[in-house]
Structures are given as C-alpha cells and as structure tokens.
C-alpha cells in the first residue's frame, strides 16, 4: 500500500509518501480502506518524536488516528463490522506505527464506529478524536441542563465540536472564545462570541451578566486561558483543560480522548441527526501531508484538516 510514513522524527518534511507492505490485522481487528484521515496537532507532536516518552514509537512510523472508510476484511473474532460496511474512528494505540494517513490501516474495534450515511468520508475523518475530546472531557465537569458553558478557541477542531456538544448535553448557553473573523461562524453554531486577549475576564462578565460567572470552562489553549479560567467559573471543579495539567493544581480536571465505541456511537448519532456538524476548512490529497501539518501549525484553521485518500 501507499502511506505516508517518516523514518525519522522532524518538521514537516520528513512526511514522505512510500510504499510500504499492508499493516498486519489481529484477529479482533478492522481492516479499513482509508477514505479520509483528519489532521490533529497530536500528529505534530507524534512527528517531532514527543509523544516518545510516553508510548513507544517505531520506524517507519505513519502518522494518523483519526480515519473514515470502508471496511476491506474483518478478523475471525470481530462482532459488528462487515466487509463494505462504512466507518470511521480514532484510533490511538499503544504503540505508534500503523497510523492513518495511508490507504489501509488495521482497526481496533473499540476505537471504531458506523459513519452516518448523511456524512461525508471527508466530515467523518474530522469527526472522531476532536469529537471524543468534546465529549469526554464536557461529561468530566458534569455538563447538563441549564449550564453557561464558555469554550477557549471555539472555533479549533475540539472547540467548534465542543460547543455543539455542550448543548445536546443541555448546557443553555455557549460562550466561545475566537479572534472576530470567526464571530459570525460562531454565532452560525449558536454560539455567544468573544474575543480572546487581555480583556476576556471582564468581557465575559459583561456578557454574561449577573454575578458575571459562567458554570463550565473548557480549556483548548493553555496559557492564559487557562489561568484566567479560575476568575470565571463559579466552581474551579468545573475547569476542563485538555492542554495542561497544571489544571489539576487549580482543582479542576484534565481530559485525554480515550478510544470508547459507545461514545463514538453517540457522536455518529448526533452527527447524523444533524446535531453536531464537523466543519471542514480544507482537504489534502495523502501526498501532501506536509503541506496539511504546515497550515495546521499556524494554529488559526476553522474546524478540520483532513487528508483523502
Ligand atoms: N487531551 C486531548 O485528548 C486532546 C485532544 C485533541 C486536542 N488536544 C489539544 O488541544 C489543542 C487544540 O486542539 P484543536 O484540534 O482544537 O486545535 P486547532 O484546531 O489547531 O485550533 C485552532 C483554533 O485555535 C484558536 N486559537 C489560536 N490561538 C488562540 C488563543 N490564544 N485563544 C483562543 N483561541 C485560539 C484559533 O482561533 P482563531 O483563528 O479565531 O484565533 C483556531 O480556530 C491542541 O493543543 C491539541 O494538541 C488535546
């Protein structure tokens, strides 16, 4: 098969398109023809050889969690996938190798689901790892009924699924944090924009009014937003951060997508009833997956990048 694998890790240049044999599938494994591989900034840090320390990583190393496809085989102990059957899924594993930007990869089962016929290859490769984040980490905090949920950098791959989330899950209003040249896209997810800066504690209390808190803070960013988060919220419990840990000292959780079936099984129902929708600001062809991790870098894309394949 073809695939974009690194033999090294390194910037973007080192994501060279190689032929390279079919990945090896597990007797409880999907093998998936790959249509559409979203692009997450995980992969970056992958590529840059970060996540090293933490989950061991073998050359030639293709990149890639994120996939939509068709289902190619299926291995003699798999339950619920059939040879033709349409899907997608995030599929992190222990170990780095066999990822998706490539024409087949070998699923686990617990990291994949049906992709909703009303969605596109393309939108479903965006969907699952941002859309797990989402909702991983909202259902931390306790998102329900009647909650003011302010999201940082809503308008990013998790944040512009995150707000959508939050109000299938109840939440009764929707702040998100972006720069004004995605207020209106924001506004269009029925979402209260703000711009991001110096300002944000007290233009979020004008915003929001009364005693000027909001319920939840989902934290996409670090940094300041993260550390303005605590003068927000009425409960430091209710912070989420998936970017920093350091969330944890201010008494509030951190989230970590975790390959779940039934979760993406929810997102597949929501993104099909239309509920939640993945917006897709470019696509690349596989080859030119350098060019999709250059643009990602510049961390200002609407929604996702996704790779076809
Ligand atoms: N823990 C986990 O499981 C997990 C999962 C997924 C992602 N992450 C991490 O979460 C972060 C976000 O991921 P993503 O996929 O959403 O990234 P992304 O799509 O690249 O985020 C881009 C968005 O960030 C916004 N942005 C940039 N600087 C900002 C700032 N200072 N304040 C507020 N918004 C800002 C941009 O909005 P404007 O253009 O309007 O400025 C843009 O829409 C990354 O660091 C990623 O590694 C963690």
Known sequence: MKAIAQTEFGDADVLVMRELPDPPIALDQVLVEVRAAGVNPVDRLVRMGYVASTTPCHFPLIPGWDVAGVVRA????????????????????????????????????????????????????????????????????????????LVHAAAGGVGHLAVQVARVLGASRVIGTASPRNHDFLRSLGVEPVSYGDALVNNVAELVGGDGKVDVAFDCVGGAALNDSPALVRDPARIVSIVDTNVLELGGRYAYAKPVRADLDWLAEQAGSGAVKVEVQQTFPLEQAADAHRLLEGRHVRGKVVLTV
């Open 74 to 149: 299926v291995g003699p102990a798999v339950d619920g996938f059939a040879v033709g059957d349409e899907v997608f899924g995030y599929q992190r594993k222990d170990h780095v190798q066999h990822g998706t930007y490539a024409q087949l990869v070998a699923a686990t089962e617990r990291g994949l689901a049906h992709k909703p016929a009303s969605l596109s290859f393309e939108e479903a490769g965006g969907l699952a790892l941002t859309g797990l984040t989402a909702l991983q980490a909202l259902r931390k905090v306790g998102v329900s009924s009647g909650d003011t949920v």
